[in-house]
Every structure is written in structure tokens, then in C-alpha cells.
């Protein structure tokens, strides 16, 4: 392929796509799905009912989603404003307490950069559910924090009892 077909099918392809600074942003990269022997890693933009609907979500915790948390949480609720928002005393802390959730969250903190600057970078860590619906909703705003992936315990997901 020449140089100058190349270029005409990028240009071609980028006006098909339009302006992408109009375009709302989509956090596909947050919607996975990973198992390995212990664990289940779930990205946190999935919304229950794709989580429902998709073949690969385990049906235990699929039936763990439409017994309990549905309950008190609209369907198309993602996993992130679900956690964002949880507060110990509702029955998804109580459910995912029981399932010994973890999460994996960014926060962004300050980092001495090159040449005495401060930046700002966002930070990975893995918390529990008791630390994280610990913080105040004030404080995660204050501090960035995104939640990016809820991990499951699967032992935990097969002694539930429904």
C-alpha cells in the first residue's frame, strides 16, 4: 500500500467518524470482564443490566444481582455510581459485604514532578468495601476518585446462599 493511499483512507475514515471533540466520551475500556483461579474483575461501567445480559457474567452473581441488589438500585445503574454513592446502612453494602468485595480506585494526588513542580497524577490502589464506603462523598469529589473495577471473591460468590 502507497503512502498516499494510506493517507487518503485515515482522512476518509476521520471524516466519517466526524468531530470527536462534540463527541461524548465512552469508557469502553472500563467494561471487561477477567477471571483467574480466586477472583472475578469486573470493570465499573457496566450497568447491571448489561451485567445481566451478558453470557459471560457467572450466573450466581447474575442471580445475586436480580435477588438482592436490584432491589433498591435501578437496572441501569453502573457498578461505579452504585459504590460511589453506597453508604453502610443500604442493602448493596450489606450484599456486597457478604460477597468480601474489593475495588480497585484512582486518586489523584500530587507527585513532585521535574524541576520542583507539583503534578497531578492519579494514583491505582485496591480497597476494601468497609474502607471505601467509609470515605465521605464529599472527600472522594474533593480527591478524584474513581472507582475502575469491582473484584469478587469466587468462593465467596459460592457459599451466597440465595
Known sequence: M??????????????????????????EDFKYMLQDVNRIYIGAKYTYRELIENPETAFKFKSVIEHYLLKET?????????????TPESFSYRTYEQLKV????????????????????????????????????????RDGIVVQELILSKLAIVSFVI
Not at 435501578?74 to 453506597?86: A, L, V
Not at 513532585?112 to 480497597?127: F, I
Open 2 to 27: 502507497s503512502f498516499e493511499s494510506l493517507k487518503n483512507k485515515i482522512a476518509d475514515s476521520r471524516k466519517k467518524s466526524g468531530n470527536r471533540k462534540n463527541t461524548p466520551a465512552v469508557y
Open 74 to 86: 435501578d437496572p441501569d445503574t453502573t457498578i461505579e455510581s452504585d459504590f460511589y454513592y453506597m
Open 102 to 141: 474489593k475495588l480497585k480506585i484512582s486518586i489523584l494526588t500530587d507527585r513532585k514532578g521535574k524541576q520542583g513542580k507539583t503534578d497531578r497524577v492519579y494514583k491505582e490502589q485496591t480497597v476494601s468495601l468497609q474502607e471505601f464506603a467509609g470515605i465521605p462523598l464529599a472527600r472522594k469529589k
